[in-house]
């Protein structure tokens, strides 16, 4: 006998998964409100606010599950709204026209203008501020044309592209992190030609204009890499702010500390990678401390790629002097300029010339037809030894003269953290993520769509930040993808062992109970680390 299946409409299940993690950090943080405080809604005629609407577009974003901002909808139809978002809230109120009107009335409101005042009023409230600021940017490439532009938006256009996708237009992300929680504090979106040697420099006037008006008087050190350290801009006179950047090897300077031989130094000892030696600088008439930094791990890749491709460009110059000797040049002024160009581009070689007439024979007379080189060759190397001696190092600058804040040998670690901000970059174009496809048909919804980006980064970060201190602070443990305990899981690892985790509703006797299912006794504990807005959303009481 086959078994028989009843449908039955009494029980209604909801995956919740690990949503309830993200509009538990939503609601500890107040997103919504203070987003409805600066973003009031100006009609009666629609329910969901403003804020509601952030915080939709952010738990979709952060529901990795691919799905764009237009079918938001459609990621919450089968969503328990009323826990996540708000009881008055359905998913067919989360439309596009909704969704639209938010992102119009965050580029009216200015997005760089909402952003920094939440984001600097939550990393007050929550201590997520320290002395440093790190700062960077990115390129996030786009589809469409994006003609007939607003001109007060960001421009979506050709530039560098650091997605190396060129054949895109793009606009750029400026991205600023502090504290131990990676908190992004501040975000731009500028056009996509825009400079990070320009950008960085109005963008730290910008945030010290906005903390004077806020009457936040702790002033920041600011880390960024070699775009930011300029002669005309950031060692001007004047310049108040403090900084830690990474000299270009461009400036002579530095060139000539690089090209040193290590037993010109008396190298100190980090660890089993990194040595550094102190150096003195008054580059550009400011008192600088310069460390140069050398890293074994560095050094074994870069000296095996140098001397790989030392041949390569041996080989390669032999064929262009070839075909430089074969040539007849219409004037000597011709034939010289082509060695000197030849012998600036190959500063591994030693390259000599001599340039004669050529003539053509006529009988007994001889016609000028020219002029032809001759070229050598050989291997310079005292200038390939200097390259040598350049792998692994790189020099990091400060005009911050405190050695008990800021010693010597913590410049390279502070420096190193400019990678919690490429991580930011990373995260908000993971393909997993809403916001990697970027498809808006309006220059001013792009930029309103970024915030989105940094808020979703904001909360992902707290979420991860808070769990880790939960579990040291408690001398806990989760398993890893292996079962291994381990106390610094990825918030995305939690994510996913989350995935399962339902709502299901009962009736019985016409009346609906709730209770969550493939419910454990890790995700419980995951849960109640986190304490709070989340243990609520779970339906488990608090201890």
């Known amino acids: 006998m086959n078994d028989v299946v009843t449908i039955s409409n009494d029980i209604i299940t909801q995956p919740v998964a690990h949503l309830g993690i993200v509009a538990g950090i939503l609601k500890k943080i107040g997103l919504a409100n203070k987003v409805d405080q600066l973003l009031p809604k100006t009609s ?54 909704v969704l639209g009107r938010t992102l119009d009335a965050i580029h009216e409101y200015g997005v760089t203008k909402l952003y920094s005042n939440i984001a600097f009023e939550i990393g007050n409230e929550n201590g997520l501020f320290n002395k440093f600021a790190h700062l960077d940017s990115t390129t996030i490439s786009v589809s469409g044309k994006y003609s007939g532009q607003e001109e007060e938006a960001a421009q979506v256009t050709f530039g560098h592209s650091k997605d190396h996708r060129p054949d895109l237009k793009q606009l750029t992300l400026s991205l600023t992190m502090t504290g131990k929680s990676s908190f992004p504090l501040w975000m731009e979106s500028l056009s996509g030609n825009s400079s990070d040697k320009d950008s960085f420099h109005n963008t730290i006037d910008t945030i010290r204009k906005f903390q004077e008006e806020i009457n936040r008087s702790q002033p920041f050190i600011w880390v960024a890499d070699a775009a930011l350290y300029s002669a005309n801009k950031l060692l001007k006179k004047g310049n108040s702010i403090y900084w830690i950047s990474r000299v270009p090897e461009t400036i002579n300077e530095a060139k000539r500390y690089l090209q040193k031989n290590d037993k010109s130094y008396q190298w100190n000892k980090i660890d089993d990678n990194y040595h550094y030696t102190l150096l003195k600088s008054n580059y550009g008439e400011v008192a600088q401390r310069w460390l140069l930094v050398r890293s074994e791990d560095a050094y074994a890749r870069e000296i095996l790629t140098f001397e790989s491709n030392i041949d390569l460009k041996f080989n390669a110059l032999a064929d262009k002097i070839k075909k430089i000797n074969k040539t007849i040049y219409e004037t000597k002024k011709i034939a010289e300029h082509e060695c000197k160009d030849l012998i600036k581009k190959n500063p591994l070689f030693n390259i000599t010339y001599n340039i004669a007439e050529e003539y053509k024979k006529s009988g007994l007379e001889k016609e000028l037809i020219g002029f032809k080189v001759e070229i050598k060759f050989t291997k310079n190397y005292v200038n390939i030894q200097k390259e040598r001696n350049m792998k692994g190092r790189f020099i990091i600058a400060t005009n911050y003269h405190d050695l008990k804040f800021l010693p010597d040998h913590a410049m390279l670690s502070e420096y190193k953290k400019q990678s919690q901000v490429e991580k930011g970059f990373r995260f908000i174009k993971d393909k997993s993520f809403l916001v990697s496809d970027m498809y808006l048909k309006k220059n001013t919804s792009l930029e309103s769509l970024m915030l989105i980006m940094c808020f979703s980064l904001m909360v992902y970060n707290l979420a991860e930040f808070w769990l ?18 381990i106390s610094n899981p990825t918030l995305k690892w939690i994510f996913q062992m989350m995935r399962n985790i339902c709502y299901v509703q009962l009736s019985i006797n016409g009346v609906f109970q709730k209770v969550i299912t493939n419910f454990n006794d890790t995700h419980r504990k995951i849960l109640e680390l986190f304490g709070g807005e989340i243990l609520k959303i779970y339906g488990i009481p608090s201890a």
Do not use: C, W
């Open 44 to 97: 009666n005629n629609y329910t969901v606010s403003h804020g509601n609407a952030v915080a939709a577009m952010i738990l979709n974003g952060l529901g990795f599950v691919e799905r764009r901002l237009y079918m938001v909808s459609t990621f919450f139809k089968d969503l328990p709204v009323a826990e996540l978002i708000d009881p008055h809230i359905t998913a067919d109120m989360l439309n596009d026209d």
């Open 468 to 485: 880790r201190k939960s579990l040291r602070e408690s001398n806990a443990t989760v398993p890893n993808q292996i079962g291994k305990q």
